[in-house]
Nanobody, 124 residues
């Protein structure tokens, strides 16, 4: 899948917004599913959201109604718009592409297709 380049992290106060981007360097390769994960200090990496090339999205319960995942298939880029951020959203956010989804739409990441991670810090 080539290289994944993330951008858009930062520090905001609770209630603020951030938008993350993740671009796959191989623009002419079709990627069926792209997803976002996050890892807080001392915790396991968890799925945040995913989107298929056909537009089907899936979210963790903790972010439903606040986050929105979208894609530009022509650019092999996935975005994560994060609104109404909470301190518990703090962590390193990673994109992952090329994994699989189950019958419920839950995204299982590809073992190696990870972005470098971008830090999101939400202060109270």
């Amino acid at each position: 899948q080539g290289r994944l380049v993330e951008s858009g992290g930062g520090s905001v106060q609770a209630g603020g917004s951030l938008r993350l981007s993740c671009a796959a360097s191989e623009r002419d390769m079709r990627i069926e599913v792209m997803g976002w994960f996050r890892q807080a200090p001392g915790k396991q990496r968890e799925l945040v959201a995913s989107a298929t090339s056909g537009g089907t999205t899936n979210y963790a319960d903790s972010v439903k109604g606040r986050f929105a995942v979208s894609r530009d298939n022509a650019k092999n880029t996935v975005y994560l718009q994060m609104n109404s951020l909470k301190p518990e959203d703090t962590g390193v956010y990673y994109c992952n592409v090329g994994g699989n989804t189950d019958y419920k739409g839950r995204y299982y990441p590809h073992l190696t297709n990870w972005g470098q991670g971008t830090q999101v810090t939400v202060s109270s």
